[in-house]
């Protein structure tokens, strides 16, 4: 049974840095785009990047690009992202899911409070 | 980037019943040279991820109930569930992946009437 699961967020400042993982399972993770979509409350979902089965392209939003980072290690079958430069309106759940465009697995998702 | 824009965005349907959600695109998702739309539906229930019900549009992902469908093309689709069941009631949303970004709609609320 595939099983992704997050961690990581929390309350930080604007300004501020925050590292979310997403722990892969019940997969084979190496052979599989992974993405990460933002959902800001009451607004609609938003996807944040994607990066590919070695590593070897990533794709970002404008909108945090320059500001965040995906990565992954498929050795410990986990996805990163690391978001710098925070800003208030960066606050929502941050949803890991397994797939380049077409998101067949979500993770529970991650709460990011980005306020003074 | 590609606009999507779903209609209504709230309805309540009775148990049994057909419900529509309707979504736009404010550009082509029909890529001519395979013939096939560039769109996904997902459904949300509080407090839990999206889950993926249809891509390419119209494709019912494995193990979504056949009451759910996809149809439409280019610029306009429609989810439809035919008969409406106590646990159909979610937010649904459409996405396309036609280009870079992908883009979802606002979402539409289907509550049971």
């Known amino acids: 049974e595939v099983h992704l699961v997050g961690s990581g967020g929390g309350l930080v400042q604007p300004g501020g840095s925050l590292s979310l993982s997403c722990a892969a399972s019940g997969f084979n993770f190496s052979t599989f785009w992974m993405s990460w979509v933002r959902q800001a409350p009451g607004k609609r979902l938003e996807w944040l990047a994607n990066?590919?089965?070695?590593?070897?392209?990533?794709r970002y939003v404008d909108s945090v690009k320059g500001r965040f980072t995906i990565s992954r290690d498929n050795a410990k079958n986990t996805l990163f992202l690391q978001m710098n430069s925070l800003r208030v309106d960066d606050t929502g759940v941050f949803y890991c899911a397994r797939g380049r465009w077409i998101l067949d697995f979500w993770g529970q998702g991650s709460l990011v409070t980005v306020s003074s | 980037d590609i606009v999507m824009t779903q209609s209504p965005d709230s309805l309540a349907v009775s148990l049994g019943e057909r419900a529509t959600i309707n979504c736009k695109s404010s550009?082509?998702?029909?890529?001519?040279?395979?013939?096939?739309?560039?769109l996904v539906w997902y459904q949300q229930k509080p407090g839990q991820p999206p889950k993926l019900l249809i891509y390419w549009a119209s494709t019912r992902e494995s193990g979504v109930p056949d009451r759910f469908s996809g149809s439409g093309s280019g610029t306009d689709f429609t989810l439809t569930i035919s008969s409406l069941q106590a646990e159909d009631a979610a937010v649904y949303y459409c996405?396309?992946?036609?280009?870079?970004?992908?883009?979802f709609g606002q979402g539409t609320k289907l509550e049971i009437k």
């Open positions: 550009q082509n998702i029909l890529y001519g040279s395979n013939n096939r739309n560039y």
């Open positions: 996405q396309q992946y036609y280009s870079i970004p992908a883009t």
């Open positions: 990066i590919k089965e070695d590593g070897s392209e990533v």
